[in-house]
């Protein structure tokens, strides 16, 4: 019987591959045999987790130091990919920051930062690998949204964040209903708040984690691998 889910050999591009959400879900995909590329800033953090993915799963890994703000940025390196794997086959956008603090302490360069990363390079690394995707007549992309990219918190705090996701679930309809021709998927997932960099200052604060316990059905922060499902069902 054909394994429908089997992503082996696939060619999977992730941004934000340097830590977080991107990591794991990076090490999902490892598992299940599939080429990993890693894009983020930060080259040590990419040089080490590609060779963990090598010694722990045996496949093939590699990593491009990519600012996903700049586009120009974005498609050296989506060509360095394919140059080097002859193409892509799954992309997902984990790259992501978020300013915390009431709207009326933010300074226009936050809000243009935020969006910047988790909007706009989002639709950059789209575009930049969709080009691809478009003449091999296949691809997978899978958008990281947020439970912010369709409710907000009662005291804001992340407005710049929630904005940006909001963004980034609408990108996602557009692309899946115009791409869907080059037999392109474009799908998001929308978690709530799980451990990672990006939350590091939220963990732990006793009011925070009252809200957590308060609105989230079981009551707790998300847990590393719980998105992995999600992840390769998607790819």
Not at 16 to 45: D, H, M, N, P, T
Not at 50 to 60: D, N, P, R, S
Not at 157 to 180: F, M, Q
């Amino acid at each position: 019987m054909t394994n429908i889910f089997d992503i082996k050999d696939k060619i999977a591009v992730i941004t934000g591959g340097s830590s977080g959400l991107g990591f794991q879900i990076a090490e999902a995909y490892a598992r299940e045999g599939a080429k990993v590329v890693l894009l983020a800033r930060r080259e040590e953090r990419l040089k080490e987790n590609v060779a963990t993915l090598k010694e722990k799963y045996g496949i093939e890994a590699s990593y491009q130091v990519t600012d996903v703000t700049d586009y120009d940025n974005v498609a050296e390196s989506m060509k360095n990919i394919v140059d080097e794997f002859e193409r892509i086959d799954i992309l997902v956008n984990c790259a992501g920051r978020g300013y915390i603090g009431p709207v009326l302490e933010q300074s226009p360069k936050e809000w243009d930062l935020d969006i910047a990363i988790d909007l706009t390079g989002v639709y950059y690394c789209c575009k930049a690998a969709g080009e691809y995707m478009a003449k091999q007549n296949y691809g997978k992309i899978i958008n990281m949204g947020s439970i912010h990219s369709t409710v907000a918190l009662k005291d804001g705090s992340i407005t710049g964040y929630t904005a940006a996701k909001g963004g980034v679930l609408n990108l996602t309809k557009t692309l899946a209903s115009e791409w869907a021709k080059y037999n392109i998927t474009v799908n998001a997932i929308g978690p709530a708040y799980f451990e990672s960099e990006l939350t590091a200052d939220l963990k732990g604060d006793e009011q925070f984690d009252m809200l957590i316990e308060a609105f989230c059905p079981m009551g707790r922060w998300g847990r590393p691998g719980e998105l992995d499902g999600i992840a390769i069902f998607f790819a």
